[in-house]
Protein backbone atom coordinates (compact mmCIF):
# COMPACT_ATOMS: atom_id res chain seq x y z
CA UNK A 1 0.00 0.00 0.00
CA UNK A 2 1.45 3.49 -0.97
CA UNK A 3 0.11 4.93 2.55
CA UNK A 4 2.80 2.64 4.35
CA UNK A 5 5.39 4.72 3.02
CA UNK A 6 4.28 7.62 4.94
CA UNK A 7 3.52 6.05 7.69
CA UNK A 8 7.58 5.09 9.35
CA UNK A 9 8.33 8.37 10.56
CA UNK A 10 5.64 7.96 12.94
CA UNK A 11 5.23 4.51 13.90
CA UNK A 12 8.76 4.18 14.70
CA UNK A 13 8.06 7.30 17.10
CA UNK A 14 5.25 6.19 18.50
CA UNK A 15 5.62 2.55 18.27
CA UNK A 16 2.41 1.80 17.22
CA UNK A 17 0.96 0.12 14.17
CA UNK A 18 -0.68 3.56 12.81
CA UNK A 19 0.51 7.42 13.56
CA UNK A 20 -3.45 8.06 13.92
CA UNK A 21 -3.83 9.41 18.06
CA UNK A 22 -6.60 10.11 19.94
CA UNK A 23 -6.60 12.89 22.14
CA UNK A 24 -6.85 13.33 25.55
CA UNK A 25 -10.36 14.51 26.13
CA UNK A 26 -11.14 14.79 30.19
CA UNK A 27 -13.91 12.48 31.65
CA UNK A 28 -13.72 10.15 27.82
CA UNK A 29 -10.46 8.77 27.54
CA UNK A 30 -10.48 6.32 30.25
CA UNK A 31 -8.30 3.54 30.19
CA UNK A 32 -11.16 1.22 28.15
CA UNK A 33 -10.56 3.76 25.48
CA UNK A 34 -6.69 4.40 25.12
CA UNK A 35 -6.36 0.51 25.44
CA UNK A 36 -9.08 0.15 22.85
CA UNK A 37 -6.70 2.53 20.35
CA UNK A 38 -4.04 1.08 21.22
CA UNK A 39 -5.15 -2.29 20.55
CA UNK A 40 -7.12 -1.46 16.57
CA UNK A 41 -3.36 0.14 16.16
CA UNK A 42 -3.82 3.62 16.49
CA UNK A 43 -2.06 5.17 19.63
CA UNK A 44 -4.14 6.76 22.79
CA UNK A 45 -3.17 9.47 25.11
CA UNK A 46 -4.66 9.76 29.25
CA UNK A 47 -5.63 13.09 30.21
CA UNK A 48 -3.65 14.09 32.87
CA UNK A 49 -5.82 17.25 34.01
CA UNK A 50 -7.10 17.90 37.14
CA UNK A 51 -7.07 14.24 38.23
CA UNK A 52 -5.69 13.17 41.14
CA UNK A 53 -1.93 11.17 41.29
CA UNK A 54 -3.32 8.29 42.75
CA UNK A 55 -6.12 7.96 40.32
CA UNK A 56 -3.98 8.94 36.90
CA UNK A 57 -1.74 6.01 38.21
CA UNK A 58 -4.41 3.42 38.67
CA UNK A 59 -5.58 4.74 34.93
CA UNK A 60 -1.90 3.75 34.23
CA UNK A 61 -1.51 0.64 35.24
CA UNK A 62 -5.62 -0.36 33.83
CA UNK A 63 -4.65 0.38 30.33
CA UNK A 64 -1.29 -1.99 31.08
CA UNK A 65 -2.98 -4.58 32.18
CA UNK A 66 -5.61 -4.03 29.30
CA UNK A 67 -3.53 -4.02 26.62
CA UNK A 68 0.24 -4.05 26.02
CA UNK A 69 0.22 -1.05 23.35
CA UNK A 70 1.84 1.69 23.86
CA UNK A 71 0.25 4.76 24.97
CA UNK A 72 0.58 8.16 26.27
CA UNK A 73 -0.28 10.59 28.96
CA UNK A 74 -1.05 14.63 28.07
CA UNK A 75 -0.15 16.47 31.10
CA UNK A 76 -1.46 19.74 31.66
CA UNK A 77 1.15 21.97 33.01
CA UNK A 78 -1.02 24.87 34.65
CA UNK A 79 -2.65 22.55 36.41
CA UNK A 80 -1.98 22.91 40.50
CA UNK A 81 -0.65 19.05 40.59
CA UNK A 82 1.10 18.99 37.56
CA UNK A 83 4.22 18.80 38.86
CA UNK A 84 3.29 15.84 41.46
CA UNK A 85 1.60 14.13 38.22
CA UNK A 86 4.93 14.59 36.40
CA UNK A 87 6.95 12.56 39.33
CA UNK A 88 4.11 9.83 39.09
CA UNK A 89 4.24 9.12 35.87
CA UNK A 90 8.56 9.84 34.98
CA UNK A 91 8.58 6.65 38.60
CA UNK A 92 6.18 4.82 36.59
CA UNK A 93 8.34 4.69 33.26
CA UNK A 94 5.56 5.77 30.46
CA UNK A 95 6.06 5.66 26.84
CA UNK A 96 5.28 9.17 25.60
CA UNK A 97 4.38 11.97 27.53
CA UNK A 98 2.75 15.01 25.98
CA UNK A 99 3.11 18.82 27.50
CA UNK A 100 -0.18 20.82 27.07
CA UNK A 101 -1.79 23.99 28.77
CA UNK A 102 1.59 26.39 28.62
CA UNK A 103 4.63 25.47 27.32
CA UNK A 104 7.16 23.23 29.81
CA UNK A 105 10.09 24.54 31.66
CA UNK A 106 13.13 23.04 30.10
CA UNK A 107 14.16 21.06 33.31
CA UNK A 108 11.05 19.38 33.31
CA UNK A 109 11.51 18.11 29.95
CA UNK A 110 14.77 16.65 30.85
CA UNK A 111 12.88 15.08 33.81
CA UNK A 112 10.80 13.26 31.51
CA UNK A 113 13.05 12.18 29.09
CA UNK A 114 15.53 10.72 32.05
CA UNK A 115 12.60 8.76 32.75
CA UNK A 116 13.25 7.13 29.08
CA UNK A 117 9.88 8.81 28.00
CA UNK A 118 9.76 10.36 24.60
CA UNK A 119 8.59 14.15 24.93
CA UNK A 120 5.65 15.72 23.07
CA UNK A 121 4.98 19.36 23.56
CA UNK A 122 1.91 21.04 21.84
CA UNK A 123 2.96 24.06 19.54
CA UNK A 124 0.12 26.51 18.96
CA UNK A 125 2.03 28.99 17.20
CA UNK A 126 4.76 29.28 15.24
CA UNK A 127 7.38 30.73 17.77
CA UNK A 128 6.46 28.36 20.97
CA UNK A 129 7.20 25.68 17.93
CA UNK A 130 10.98 27.38 17.70
CA UNK A 131 11.29 27.62 21.33
CA UNK A 132 10.66 24.31 21.81
CA UNK A 133 12.88 22.36 19.73
CA UNK A 134 15.63 24.66 21.38
CA UNK A 135 14.51 23.40 24.73
CA UNK A 136 15.05 19.39 23.63
CA UNK A 137 11.38 18.39 23.06
CA UNK A 138 11.44 15.09 20.86
CA UNK A 139 8.21 16.11 19.05
CA UNK A 140 5.53 19.03 17.87
CA UNK A 141 1.71 18.63 17.71
CA UNK A 142 0.65 21.10 16.13
CA UNK A 143 -2.65 22.00 16.81
CA UNK A 144 -4.94 24.83 14.42
CA UNK A 145 -8.20 26.75 16.18
CA UNK A 146 -10.28 24.31 14.19
CA UNK A 147 -10.03 21.99 17.34
CA UNK A 148 -11.90 21.26 20.16
CA UNK A 149 -11.60 21.83 23.71
CA UNK A 150 -8.79 23.95 24.86
CA UNK A 151 -7.43 25.32 21.58
CA UNK A 152 -4.71 28.27 20.29
CA UNK A 153 -5.16 31.38 17.95
CA UNK A 154 -3.90 29.96 14.66
CA UNK A 155 -5.53 27.86 11.95
CA UNK A 156 -3.96 25.03 11.21
CA UNK A 157 -3.26 25.67 7.62
CA UNK A 158 -1.57 28.91 8.90
CA UNK A 159 0.82 26.20 10.91
CA UNK A 160 1.77 23.88 8.46
CA UNK A 161 3.24 26.58 6.08
CA UNK A 162 5.17 28.20 9.43
CA UNK A 163 5.98 25.50 11.27
CA UNK A 164 5.55 22.15 9.05
CA UNK A 165 7.24 23.09 5.98
CA UNK A 166 10.04 24.62 7.54
CA UNK A 167 11.32 21.90 10.58
CA UNK A 168 13.17 18.68 9.93
CA UNK A 169 14.55 18.24 12.63
CA UNK A 170 11.90 16.67 14.92
CA UNK A 171 8.55 14.48 13.99
CA UNK A 172 5.74 16.64 13.75
CA UNK A 173 2.79 15.66 14.24
CA UNK A 174 -0.80 17.42 13.17
CA UNK A 175 -4.12 18.24 14.91
CA UNK A 176 -7.45 20.49 14.28
CA UNK A 177 -10.12 19.83 11.93
CA UNK A 178 -8.87 16.47 10.81
CA UNK A 179 -12.05 13.87 10.33
CA UNK A 180 -10.90 11.74 7.23
CA UNK A 181 -8.58 9.14 5.63
CA UNK A 182 -8.09 11.39 2.56
CA UNK A 183 -7.15 14.84 4.47
CA UNK A 184 -4.87 12.80 6.47
CA UNK A 185 -3.08 11.25 2.90
CA UNK A 186 -2.43 15.07 2.31
CA UNK A 187 -0.95 15.81 5.58
CA UNK A 188 1.38 12.94 5.59
CA UNK A 189 2.42 14.11 1.82
CA UNK A 190 2.88 17.69 3.38
CA UNK A 191 5.52 15.72 6.08
CA UNK A 192 3.71 15.29 9.33
CA UNK A 193 4.77 12.19 11.12
CA UNK A 194 0.93 11.46 12.03
CA UNK A 195 -2.25 13.09 13.03
CA UNK A 196 -4.25 13.26 16.14
CA UNK A 197 -8.44 13.51 16.45
CA UNK A 198 -10.48 13.49 19.22
CA UNK A 199 -14.09 14.36 17.94
CA UNK A 200 -14.08 11.98 15.86
CA UNK A 201 -13.16 9.15 18.54
CA UNK A 202 -16.19 10.70 20.72
CA UNK A 203 -18.13 8.43 17.92
CA UNK A 204 -16.45 5.11 18.86
CA UNK A 205 -18.42 2.28 20.36
CA UNK A 206 -16.23 1.97 22.79
CA UNK A 207 -16.13 5.67 24.11
CA UNK A 208 -17.82 5.92 27.04
CA UNK A 209 -19.48 9.44 26.64
CA UNK A 210 -23.31 9.74 27.27
CA UNK A 211 -25.56 8.37 23.99
CA UNK A 212 -27.00 11.74 24.36
CA UNK A 213 -23.70 13.41 24.07
CA UNK A 214 -22.82 11.69 20.88
CA UNK A 215 -26.32 11.87 19.17
CA UNK A 216 -25.62 15.82 19.82
CA UNK A 217 -22.11 15.11 17.69
CA UNK A 218 -23.90 13.49 15.04
CA UNK A 219 -26.58 16.20 14.49
CA UNK A 220 -23.93 18.90 14.61
CA UNK A 221 -22.45 21.32 11.96
CA UNK A 222 -19.22 22.43 11.46
CA UNK A 223 -20.62 26.15 12.20
CA UNK A 224 -22.24 25.11 15.21
CA UNK A 225 -18.59 24.42 17.02
CA UNK A 226 -17.72 28.24 17.92
CA UNK A 227 -15.09 29.27 20.34
CA UNK A 228 -15.64 31.51 23.51
CA UNK A 229 -14.26 35.08 23.53
CA UNK A 230 -12.04 36.64 26.08
CA UNK A 231 -13.63 39.81 27.66
CA UNK A 232 -10.72 41.29 29.25
CA UNK A 233 -6.91 40.84 29.40
CA UNK A 234 -6.82 40.46 33.24
CA UNK A 235 -8.97 37.47 32.93
CA UNK A 236 -6.26 35.05 30.89
CA UNK A 237 -8.63 32.38 29.59
CA UNK A 238 -7.77 30.16 26.99
CA UNK A 239 -10.31 29.73 24.30
CA UNK A 240 -12.12 26.55 24.01
CA UNK A 241 -14.65 25.35 21.49
CA UNK A 242 -17.37 23.90 21.95
CA UNK A 243 -20.89 23.02 20.23
CA UNK A 244 -22.80 26.28 21.25
CA UNK A 245 -25.68 25.48 23.79
CA UNK A 246 -27.00 27.56 27.35
CA UNK A 247 -23.10 26.35 28.81
CA UNK A 248 -21.75 28.54 26.41
CA UNK A 249 -23.84 31.50 27.71
CA UNK A 250 -23.55 30.62 31.38
CA UNK A 251 -19.77 30.92 29.98
CA UNK A 252 -19.71 34.68 29.20
CA UNK A 253 -22.37 35.26 32.37
CA UNK A 254 -19.42 34.03 34.59
CA UNK A 255 -16.24 35.87 32.91
CA UNK A 256 -18.20 39.13 33.07
CA UNK A 257 -19.17 38.30 37.15
CA UNK A 258 -15.35 37.11 37.78
CA UNK A 259 -14.22 40.56 36.33
CA UNK A 260 -16.72 41.78 38.67
CA UNK A 261 -14.94 40.44 41.89
CA UNK A 262 -11.94 41.50 40.18
CA UNK A 263 -12.23 44.97 40.08
CA UNK A 264 -13.67 44.85 43.83
CA UNK A 265 -10.34 43.09 44.37
CA UNK A 266 -12.56 40.28 46.14
CA UNK A 267 -10.58 37.92 44.15
CA UNK A 268 -6.88 37.56 42.63
CA UNK A 269 -6.33 36.81 39.47
CA UNK A 270 -4.65 33.19 39.71
CA UNK A 271 -8.02 32.57 41.96
CA UNK A 272 -10.31 34.14 38.59
CA UNK A 273 -8.59 31.85 36.12
CA UNK A 274 -8.72 28.56 37.86
CA UNK A 275 -12.50 29.25 38.81
CA UNK A 276 -12.97 29.61 35.01
CA UNK A 277 -10.98 26.65 34.75
CA UNK A 278 -13.19 24.67 36.88
CA UNK A 279 -16.41 25.49 35.52
CA UNK A 280 -15.26 23.84 32.30
CA UNK A 281 -13.95 20.40 33.87
CA UNK A 282 -17.58 20.57 35.38
CA UNK A 283 -19.76 21.42 32.58
CA UNK A 284 -17.91 19.14 30.51
CA UNK A 285 -18.60 16.49 32.94
CA UNK A 286 -22.14 17.39 32.71
CA UNK A 287 -22.51 17.22 29.35
CA UNK A 288 -20.18 13.72 28.92
CA UNK A 289 -21.05 11.75 31.70
CA UNK A 290 -24.61 12.61 32.39
CA UNK A 291 -25.61 13.61 29.13
CA UNK A 292 -27.22 17.25 29.97
CA UNK A 293 -26.04 18.45 26.72
CA UNK A 294 -28.45 22.16 26.98
CA UNK A 295 -26.37 23.41 29.77
CA UNK A 296 -23.10 21.41 29.57
CA UNK A 297 -20.18 21.73 27.86
CA UNK A 298 -19.98 19.92 24.52
CA UNK A 299 -16.33 20.53 23.46
CA UNK A 300 -15.93 19.71 20.02
CA UNK A 301 -13.77 20.37 17.27
CA UNK A 302 -15.31 22.08 13.78
CA UNK A 303 -14.81 18.58 12.02
CA UNK A 304 -18.00 17.61 14.28
CA UNK A 305 -19.41 18.55 10.94
CA UNK A 306 -17.72 15.26 9.66
CA UNK A 307 -18.64 12.93 12.08
CA UNK A 308 -22.10 12.05 11.66
CA UNK A 309 -22.31 8.47 12.31
CA UNK A 310 -20.93 6.19 15.62
CA UNK A 311 -18.59 3.08 14.62
CA UNK A 312 -16.20 0.83 16.37
CA UNK A 313 -12.89 2.16 16.51
CA UNK A 314 -11.64 -0.54 14.02
CA UNK A 315 -13.79 -0.19 11.73
CA UNK A 316 -12.89 4.30 12.49
CA UNK A 317 -9.02 3.05 11.55
CA UNK A 318 -9.69 1.24 8.97
CA UNK A 319 -11.70 3.81 7.00
CA UNK A 320 -9.30 6.45 8.01
CA UNK A 321 -6.64 4.33 6.01
CA UNK A 322 -8.25 2.65 2.98
CA UNK A 323 -9.45 6.76 2.30
CA UNK A 324 -6.16 8.12 2.49
CA UNK A 325 -4.33 4.70 0.35
CA UNK A 326 -7.55 5.58 -2.23
CA UNK A 327 -6.35 9.19 -2.58
CA UNK A 328 -2.73 8.47 -2.72
CA UNK A 329 -3.44 6.21 -5.64
CA UNK A 330 -5.61 8.52 -7.39
CA UNK A 331 -2.74 10.84 -6.98
CA UNK A 332 -0.58 8.43 -8.18
CA UNK A 333 -2.27 7.81 -11.15
CA UNK A 334 -2.79 11.73 -11.70
CA UNK A 335 0.89 12.69 -11.44
CA UNK A 336 2.12 9.60 -14.04
CA UNK A 337 -1.03 10.37 -16.39
CA UNK A 338 1.43 13.85 -17.19
Known amino acids: MLIDNFFSHGQTFLGCQYPIMCGAMTWISDFKLVGDIGNAGGFGFLAGGNTPVDSLEKEIAAVREYSDKPFGINLITVSPIYKDQLKMVCDMKCDIIMFAGSIPREPEIRQAQDSGAKIICFAPTAPLAMRLIKMG ?62 TRFVMSDECKAHPDFKETFRKAKAKDAVATPQFDSRLPVIPVRALKNKGTSQFGKLQLEVMDRLDREVIDPLEAQFEVENFWAGALREAAVEGKVQSGSLMAGQSVGLADKVMPIRGIIAELIQDAETELQRLHQLFHAT
Open 137 to 198: TDSLMLEGSEAGGHIGPVALSVLLQEVLFKIDTVPIFVAGGIATGRMMAHLLMMGAAGIQMG
